[in-house]
């Protein structure tokens, strides 16, 4: 069974930077795929941004692009989220996923895609 692991979140003032660390446990895979995704209070979950497995190609969601970074460290399981010029719309629980596939591009935003979740940080932005 694959377990992940979100760590890192916090209070930040706005303009701030967070890095949030998912590690990985379990059945493991040499490379692979991860995405973030985060929810607010009374919103749907949306996709922040995804690595893919291999190529390791990273994608990102429009309001994030420029600011976040998606990375792994693929020989201790570990994936990150660098978040730079926080904003106090980026403040939600924040979840990492990962699958044993190798989902297409135009899947990578969709939460459906994603098999195993994390249980969530909270990423406060103050203004």
């Known amino acids: 069974q694959v377990q992940l692991v979100e760590s890192g979140g916090g209070l930040v003032q706005a303009g701030g930077s967070l890095r949030l660390s998912c590690a990985v446990s379990?059945?493991?895979?040499?490379?692979?795929?991860v995405a973030w995704f985060r929810q607010a209070p009374g919103k749907e979950r949306e996709f922040v941004a995804a690595l893919k497995r291999g190529t390791g190609t990273t994608y990102a969601a429009g309001s994030v692009r420029g600011r976040f970074t998606v990375s792994r460290v693929n020989g201790k399981n570990t994936a990150y989220l660098q978040m730079n010029s926080l904003e106090p719309d980026d403040t939600a629980v924040y979840y990492c996923a990962t699958t044993s596939g190798s989902p297409i591009v135009s899947s990578l935003s969709a939460a459906s895609t994603w098999e195993y979740w994390g249980q969530g940080t909270q990423v406060t932005v103050s203004s």
């Open positions: 379990g059945r493991t895979f040499s490379t692979f795929p």
